[in-house]
């Protein structure tokens, strides 16, 4: 990721524009021992298989990335120029640590994967322009019966 110094003054002025809503209630819960836990990925790199529509410009949606897709059938559309992709060409646990909570779940250290992880492409829109597909997702969490998140921004 790029410093804001280095970045002219309208794409530094426009990232500095980005705002995160306060949250009305208290959103974290405690929930059981990590041994115990169901964890999902959720991503904003804009990641997702090669039969999967692209992420476009200024994207709000999402991709479902089903829980036994290998890393590297991931592919990276993210619009954004204003980071180095490199790590992610190299290993996708960079940005999505499948692999890493596979040997984590393989160790008994969590308790098991979800069936799917989610991705967004977050560059361009603002915060509460996700809320629809935010709560879509919530919604597929619970259904999975996620009770653990590894939020993965880029």
């Given at each position: ?7 002219s003054?309208?794409?530094a ?24 836990r169901?964890?999902?990925?959720i ?5 997702h ?16 990335i ?17 980071f ?6 190299q290993d996708?646990n ?13 160790a008994?250290e969590i ?12 560059a361009g ?24 998140v590894?939020?993965?921004p880029?």
């Open positions: 990721m790029v410093r804001l110094s280095d970045l003054d309208g794409a002025n426009h990232l500095r524009s980005k705002t995160c809503p306060p949250f009305k209630t208290q959103p974290w819960v405690s929930g059981p021992p990590l041994k115990q169901r964890v999902a990925i991503t904003t790199a804009g990641l298989t090669a039969d999967e529509q692209n992420f476009g410009f200024i994207d709000t949606s999402y991709r479902v089903a829980g036994d897709t290998d890393g590297s059938d991931l592919l990276m559309s993210h619009t954004s120029v204003n180095d992709r490199s790590g992610f060409q996708v960079v940005i999505f640590p499948i692999d890493r909570l596979r040997e984590l779940e393989a008994g308790g098991s994967l979800g069936r799917f992880h989610y991705a967004f492409m977050g829109a603002k915060a509460e322009e996700f809320e629809a597909g935010a709560r879509e997702v919530a919604g597929l969490l619970k259904e999975d019966q996620i009770n653990a590894l939020l993965c880029v």
